[in-house]
């Protein structure tokens, strides 16, 4: 069964704005990643945290992770319009294999 | 410089036919996998191979078969194609050892009439 539930399905910011997308997940994981699907193209990773990390930065990305309420969520600040994507947070658990969420769509407009 | 490698990007077929789509990494990993990706975006691992050794096999028909003839290469042959097939195919890669970040080819749009 689908392992991550992502919220919200849909986002619309204006360019500046900040974009925040939840994810949750069922099982123990080694660790939550974050990838972003431009249409029509492939998956580009942009974060990885760890189960033992609660926070991370990589430029205008934060991720937070709380395993104890089993969630995460990806923070992109000052959004862009080249932000407009899908989002998928990515378990990785015992078996080590990547387990996707539903994803979000994010569109940023001017 | 294309890290992962896909061809074709674009598949269109009669129910029925035999169909393969190739897969190439030029990163040097040890490990790839194919994905489908559904019309809602759901994105569903199917195989997964570690120096072509098959470890991942998850619930897919066996009219899909990968095979991995060196470690830079995991095409997908599927036989038998029904109109439910029609998805996008991803593949990707990562290197073993670490935490499991995976590189994703652009990907191969199938349609099944």
């Known amino acids: 069964s689908q392992q991550g539930e992502e919220d919200p399905q849909a986002l619309s910011i204006q360019e500046g704005e900040n974009a925040t997308m939840n994810c949750s997940y069922k099982t123990s994981i080694n660790n939550l990643q974050w990838y972003r699907q431009n249409s029509g193209r492939g998956l580009v990773h942009l974060i990885l945290?760890?189960?033992?990390?609660r926070e991370k930065h990589s430029g205008r990305l934060r991720v937070t992770l709380d395993t104890s309420k089993k969630s995460s969520s990806l923070l992109i600040t000052a959004s862009r319009a080249a932000d407009t994507a899908s989002y998928f947070c990515?378990?990785?658990?015992?078996?080590?294999?990547?387990?996707f969420g539903t994803g979000t769509r994010l569109q940023v407009t001017l | 410089d294309t890290a992962v490698s896909q061809t074709p990007k674009y598949l269109v077929t009669q129910m029925g036919n035999d169909k393969s789509i190739k897969c190439e990494q030029n990163?040097?990993?040890?490990?790839m996998y194919w994905y489908k990706q559904d019309s809602k975006k759901f994105l569903k691992i199917m195989f997964s191979y570690n120096n072509k050794e098959l470890i991942i096999n998850e619930t897919v028909p066996n009219r899909f078969s990968p095979k991995s003839p060196d470690k830079a290469h995991l095409n997908l042959h599927i036989n038998s194609l029904e109109l439910g097939d029609s998805a996008v195919y991803f593949c990707a890669s990562s290197q073993r050892g670490g935490p499991d970040t995976q590189y994703f080819g652009p990907g191969t749009r199938l349609t099944v009439l």
């Open positions: 945290i760890r189960s033992n990390e």
């Open positions: 990163l040097g990993h040890d490990t």
């Open positions: 990515a378990t990785e658990g015992t078996a080590s294999k990547l387990t």
